[in-house]
């Protein structure tokens, strides 16, 4: 059996296509099919299967099954309100020369289905969506905190249940590191049954207990356009929209639209139309754009002309944000532009030797409990949204730090708006400012 793995760095996920004897399956496609129908295109395509509801993109399933002429399979318990297969718990799919069994392994997900893929009678592969990962298992927290306690005692039964399969089976998990429905850092996608039960601490517990503690625990924030995406899949998406968006004037910006600056950050910080989204184009802008501007209102993009719009646009799809109306790549001599300056590290140092400067730290919670910058702010960029740090002085310049830069970047829109001067720290992160201090 050959696998090829599409990954989709900026949201963590894989999507998979394996081959056996002429016959392909896709598993879990998100929604700009093309890349995938082209690789499948030798083939005769006789699944594609979706694992879960996904929270994290919109699916590009049914798509892909009307495009391959592959029947579409998702859980039976999913609900979805288009045509499909539903795929029932030890339920075999024949595919020919091999056979495909549904395990439903409910909890990263209630109606989550992972597949177990038999050729010649024996177990050869385990796409396992959101449940088993390599070095984790998906999160159980995303349908509310609520649900969170009797999905994650679903999922200790889950995971234990795919445990018990042969060593030698290969697991090939959707979700990834980078991903917000896991934990997982594993820097590969793929891994084997028998060295996850040797190194993934999930598989460590001998009690529900301990695991629901340990999944419940220590929890992390997730972007808020994960509340949007399972009421998507479920009723069925719309087709991607046309990646190419028409080129306009800074004053043919809609007063309605959220402009997202693409450009990078030293163009950024040299000039840009005020209130907009400092997002460079990276693998994850379209991610991070789902946390910080608003669900299914339109957009418009700030571009050099040198640069790929199309990806940009793409990423956004890929999460539902459809809407981008426009791209300008030219401010123009009449309109008033904000700046602000970036700094190194080496200059913040000095500042923390010879003054007492304000420093604002946006990382995630979860980097303030490994390491701070002792006297300065702490507030995760998408927090800025409601409310600045008490205590900060408006007067007085803010040297904003993340892990690299990326984050302090999005931060300068709130500085900016409440009248306070944003210095951006480039070239390193609080753990670069740490260990020079040290040194």
Known sequence: ?????????????????????GIGVLVDPQRDIDRFVEAAAGFDTRFVLETHLHNDYVSG???????????????????????HRAAFHMEDLDGGSFTVRPIHTPG??????????????????????????????????????PRAESLAQLHYGSVSRLSQL????????????????????????SSTIGHEKQSNPVLAHATAASFVNEALTGLQPYPDYYAYMGPINLAGP?????????TIGAEDIPDDAHVIDIRPQADYAAGHLPGSYGLELEDQMGVWAGWLVPFDEPIVLVANLNQDVAAAVIQLARIGYDRVVGVVTDLGLDVDLATYRLASIAELRHELREASPQVLDV?????????????????????????????????RPVWIICGGGYRSQMAVRYLEADGYEPIVVTGGGV??????NQA
């Open 1 to 21: 059996m050959n696998v090829t793995t599409f990954v989709s760095p900026g949201l963590g996920d894989s999507t998979y296509l394996f081959e056996h004897d």
């Open 61 to 83: 399933g049914r798509f892909a099954a009307a495009a391959t002429g592959a029947e579409l399979v998702l859980p039976a318990s999913s609900g979805a309100a288009f045509d």
């Open 108 to 145: 990263h997900t209630p109606e989550h289905v992972s597949y177990l893929v038999i050729v010649d009678g024996e177990a050869v592969a385990l796409f396992s969506g959101g449940s088993l990962l390599v070095g984790s298992a998906g999160r159980s927290d995303l349908l509310g905190i």
């Open 166 to 189: 042969p060593d030698h089976v290969k697991l090939y998990p959707t979700h990834g590191a980078g991903s917000f429905c896991t934990s997982s850092v594993a820097e590969t996608a």
């Open 238 to 246: 719309e087709p991607m929209p046309a990646i190419s968006p028409p």
């Open 363 to 395: 990382r995630a919670p979860g980097d303030w409990e490994v390491s701070t910058i002792p006297g300065s702010f702490q507030r995760y960029v998408p927090d800025l949204r409601s409310h600045l740090p008490e205590g900060l002085d408006p007067d």
């Open 431 to 436: 753990a670069d400012v740490l260990a020079g």
